[in-house]
């Protein structure tokens, strides 16, 4: 009779364990429910990667597994398996959306400006040749060099006209008393052919070379292609990520200017890694292009991701906690970079927007670029 009660006991522990754990299970709002695959842009992979995300997006029900890649290089990936796609932009993101088959239209969660960091020594000197204009202690707007500059405008013509010239820091004045400004003077972008960054460089560009006309077939292409090859071939080798040359800008090395994503600025500002900031200075190009990120649903669940991201309170609170401005919530990202006006232009004070070519005009642009 002990040994059968002790056998009875024993039973009814793991049965009341096993249901515990069902239980769990079903009323546990943090259990992820779904397991969701994409392809992103690397500027996103922090966002993913950040607990708090994991833990935000768990709570709706779902696991995401990314990988990277270049926003125009995802066309060529095999993308059966994944539930969407989400490149840095709206180009290529509808060219995927054409090709892959997309679940409905793209969604756009967020979005970023793309502003041209620099060294103060560097900033300086493009300020005082007539290259950019720059803001003294974020209080307002100074013509000339200011040692305490932080934040400031790339005058987008004269740079231009700059880099068709061949410029070099040389004949710059005030350079000269600054070794690690020498050679051609260019900005670091990364490879148009396959990064988004870098394509949406040489659209701003050619927009402005071209007399604020958006390139739209093989003839307009052909007129800014020299100047485009300039911008692209001084550089020699590219990055196919953005993150690289801002991480080497950081640190001290690299070139003195480089093409980022402001949300990479912004998300350092308001990180734990403040103190690295250094001799910063952002300079938003007067004529530039915004970044929207734009996600293509490839399955019924990455539609329901691309909706959380865009509605989601908590989700919303984290994007913008790594930069990104959400679409239509321009409050949210000016709450949260109140402490950083310095060198963050809020409100994109003077900053046009030039349209983007379509992805196949683009393409070409990128290539002939590249030569």
């Given at each position: 009779?002990g040994?059968?009660l002790?056998?009875?006991l024993?039973?009814?522990?793991?049965?009341?364990?096993?249901?515990?754990?069902?239980?769990?299970?079903g009323?546990?709002?943090?259990?992820a429910?779904?397991?969701?695959?994409?392809?992103i842009?690397?500027?996103?992979?922090?966002?993913?990667a950040?607990?708090?995300?994991v833990?935000?997006l768990?709570?709706?029900?779902?696991?995401?597994?990314?990988e990277?890649?270049?926003?125009w290089?995802?066309d060529?990936?095999?993308?059966k398996?994944?539930?969407?796609?989400?490149?840095?932009?709206?180009a290529?993101?509808d060219?995927?959306?054409?090709?892959?088959?997309a679940?409905?239209?793209?969604?756009?969660p967020?979005?970023s400006?793309?502003?041209?960091?620099?060294?103060r020594?560097?900033a300086?000197?493009?300020a005082a040749?007539?290259?950019?204009r720059l803001?003294t202690n974020?209080?307002?707007?100074?013509?000339?060099?200011?040692?305490?500059?932080?934040?400031?405008?790339?005058?987008m013509?004269?740079?231009?006209?700059?880099?068709?010239?061949d410029?070099?820091?040389q004949?710059?004045?005030?350079?000269?008393?600054?070794?690690?400004?020498?050679?051609t003077?260019f900005?670091?972008?990364?490879d148009?052919?396959?990064?988004?960054?870098?394509?949406?460089?040489?659209?701003a560009a050619?927009?402005?070379?071209?007399?604020?006309?958006?390139?739209a077939?093989?003839?307009a292409v052909e007129?800014?292609?020299?100047?485009?090859r300039?911008?692209?071939?001084?550089?020699?080798?590219?990055?196919?990520?953005?993150?690289?040359?801002?991480?080497?800008?950081?640190?001290?090395?690299?070139?003195?200017?480089?093409?980022?994503?402001?949300s990479?600025?912004a998300?350092?500002?308001?990180?734990?890694?403040r103190?690295?900031?250094?001799?910063?200075?952002?300079?938003?190009?007067?004529?530039t292009v915004?970044s929207?990120?734009?996600?293509?649903?490839?399955?019924?669940e990455?539609?329901e991701?691309?909706?959380l991201?865009?509605?989601d309170?908590?989700?919303?609170?984290l994007?913008?906690?790594?930069?990104?401005r959400?679409?239509g919530a321009a409050?949210?990202?000016?709450a949260?970079t109140?402490?950083?006006?310095?060198?963050i232009?809020?409100?994109?004070?003077?900053?046009?927007q030039?349209?983007?070519?379509t992805?196949?005009?683009?393409?070409?642009m990128?290539r002939?670029?590249?030569?």
């Amino acid at each position: 009779m002990g040994i059968v009660l002790a056998v009875l006991l024993i039973a009814g522990v793991a049965a009341a364990v096993a249901l515990g754990r069902d239980s769990k299970a079903g009323g546990d709002s943090g259990t992820a429910a779904k397991t969701v695959r994409g392809v992103i842009g690397s500027e996103k992979a922090e966002f993913f990667a950040d607990p708090d995300t994991v833990k935000a997006l768990a709570a709706k029900g779902f696991t995401v597994r990314t990988e990277t890649s270049g926003s125009w290089a995802m066309d060529r990936l095999p993308l059966k398996g994944y539930d969407f796609a989400f490149p840095g932009s709206k180009a290529p993101a509808d060219e995927l959306s054409r090709s892959a088959g997309a679940r409905g239209g793209p969604l756009r969660p967020f979005y970023s400006p793309l502003v041209v960091v620099a060294h103060r020594n560097a900033a300086e000197v493009l300020a005082a040749n007539g290259l950019a204009r720059l803001r003294t202690n974020g209080t307002g707007d100074a013509d000339g060099a200011s040692k305490w500059a932080t934040q400031g405008t790339l005058l987008m013509e004269p740079y231009l006209a700059a880099a068709e010239d061949d410029r070099t820091w040389q004949q710059l004045k005030g350079a000269s008393g600054h070794a690690e400004l020498s050679g051609t003077v260019f900005i670091t972008s990364t490879d148009p052919v396959t990064s988004n960054s870098g394509a949406l460089y040489l659209a701003a560009a050619s927009y402005v070379a071209d007399g604020g006309r958006v390139a739209a077939d093989a003839r307009a292409v052909e007129r800014t292609a020299p100047l485009m090859r300039k911008l692209v071939q001084v550089q020699g080798a590219q990055q196919t990520s953005s993150d690289a040359p801002f991480r080497d800008f950081i640190s001290g090395v690299g070139n003195p200017l480089v093409l980022v994503y402001e949300s990479q600025v912004a998300s350092l500002l308001m990180g734990s890694q403040r103190q690295e900031v250094g001799d910063l200075v952002v300079l938003y190009p007067d004529t530039t292009v915004s970044s929207d990120h734009t996600l293509v649903p490839l399955t019924d669940e990455g539609r329901e991701l691309g909706e959380l991201l865009s509605t989601d309170p908590a989700l919303r609170k984290l994007a913008v906690r790594h930069g990104f401005r959400p679409q239509g919530a321009a409050a949210e990202f000016t709450a949260a970079t109140a402490g950083h006006t310095a060198y963050i232009d809020q409100r994109l004070t003077g900053v046009r927007q030039a349209p983007v070519p379509t992805a196949e005009v683009l393409r070409s642009m990128a290539r002939q670029a590249r030569g």
